[in-house]
């Protein structure tokens, strides 16, 4: 392969990651969104900010699809800790702000 057909091929290949990134993004502040009607609602019917058996069943499920995807797992899992950790402390604000 030429210099110039790998950098085409580099260029090509880095868009559909600059795409798959933007598309994350959206998804996440989608995700975020429900996450917060749903601390809404447990802060108004004074349901615990955090739920260790959803999430242990989400990273369970997560697991799955991610090496049906030939995703490494334990990637999916550290992913969804994260995203459950940021959940749970914005959980814990809609609570002591009453809502």
């Not at 598309?23 to 996450?35: I, K, S, Y």
């Not at 799955?64 to 990637?75: M, N």
């Not at 959940?87 to 814990?92: G, L």
């Not at 809609?94 to 809502?99: F, P």
Request: charged share 30%.
């Amino acid at each position: 392969m030429t210099d110039e057909r790998a950098a085409e091929e580099l260029h090509r290949l880095r868009s559909s990651i600059d795409n798959l990134d933007a598309a994350l993004v959206h998804l996440l502040a989608e995700r975020f969104r429900c996450t917060q009607e749903v601390g809404m609602l447990k802060a108004r019917s004074g349901m615990p900010p955090a739920d260790p058996t959803r999430e242990s069943y989400q990273i369970k499920r997560l697991r799955a699809l991610a090496d049906e995807s030939g995703l490494d797992p334990q990637f999916a899992e550290k992913f969804l800790a994260l995203i459950i950790d940021e959940v749970i402390r914005n959980h814990e604000s809609i609570k002591r702000a009453g809502h």
